[in-house]
């Protein structure tokens, strides 16, 4: 049985814990949670799961992967220590690896420790596709991200354009994957991931609109290459908890966590 570790205990948290405990995860146990308050969740049962603050209290219970739930300053603090405690480290605000010299680091410490970095599709598709084909050469990836009004509420669009009174689908960045991924940290982790799978993060080309005539989170990727020629659209369910964050999220966590376990592996 694989034993996880889970940091973070917010949307996407609470939805890869109910996967593992519900057993969509595969031959899986959640070990413990790292939280940066305990104390808020005194009242919270997970089983026989240990909710804690203590970073070392966290990696006392010997967990196999680390799975990352809590943003990009969540994995600058534990990517390498998780590597070092022996731990394959799945990571889902991978938009922080737009920083090099951190990217540069982690990947040294993984293989310093013979452990992975594990970067689940979460709210895209067709990085399998896009991994392939960067077998090369791989000539042009695009992403086009729209979203809702209310997801962009608290972020870098209300400077761009005005929420309560966009009408129409207006774009609010253009750029390579390496500038959205700092823009936009919370919202375009997908960037980051399509960059990792395909041509870097300069060669991504991205574009990110918000558009008041949808309630999903819009996913459009395009790429062309020796293998011919692919485009994916994805429409995720926002989490009714928080506009940012899908479903598909944890869903695609714990199909990686059930990969890592089982016998047959798809993709």
Excluded at 34 to 50: E, F, G, S
Excluded at 239 to 250: F, L
Aim: net charge negative.
């Amino acid at each position: 049985m694989l034993n996880v570790g889970l940091i973070g205990y917010g949307t996407a948290g609470k939805d890869v814990a109910g996967a593992i405990l519900g057993g969509q995860a595969g031959n899986t146990r959640l070990a413990a949670v790292l939280v940066r308050n305990a104390a808020k969740y005194a009242d919270v049962a997970l089983d026989d799961c240990l909710i804690t603050d203590s970073e070392a209290a966290f990696f006392e219970r010997r967990p196999d992967v680390v799975v990352e739930t809590a943003g990009h300053e969540a994995v600058i603090r534990y990517a390498e220590s998780s590597l070092a405690h022996d731990c394959d480290f799945m990571v889902v605000s991978v938009g922080a690896f737009c920083d090099e010299a951190l990217y540069d680091r982690v990947m040294a410490s993984a293989s310093r420790h013979g452990k992975r970095v594990l970067v689940p599709s979460a709210a895209i598709a067709g990085l399998d596709r896009i991994a392939a084909a960067a077998q090369g050469p791989l000539d042009r990836v695009t992403l086009t991200t729209r979203k809702p009004v209310k997801a962009w509420r608290g972020t870098f669009a209300e400077e761009v354009v005005d929420l309560d009174t966009v009408a129409q689908p207006t774009v609010i960045f253009e750029g390579n994957a390496r500038e959205s991924s700092r823009v936009f940290p919370e919202s375009v982790n997908v960037s980051a991931a399509l960059s990792l799978a395909g041509i870097g993060f300069e060669a991504t080309q991205v574009r990110v609109l918000v558009d008041p005539t949808i309630d999903k989170n819009v996913h459009e990727v395009s790429a062309k290459g020796r293998f011919g020629e692919v485009r994916i659209e994805v429409q995720n369910t926002p989490s009714p908890n928080n506009p940012k964050t899908g479903y598909i999220v944890a869903m695609s966590v714990a199909r990686a966590l059930k990969n890592l376990s089982s016998p047959l592996v798809i993709g």
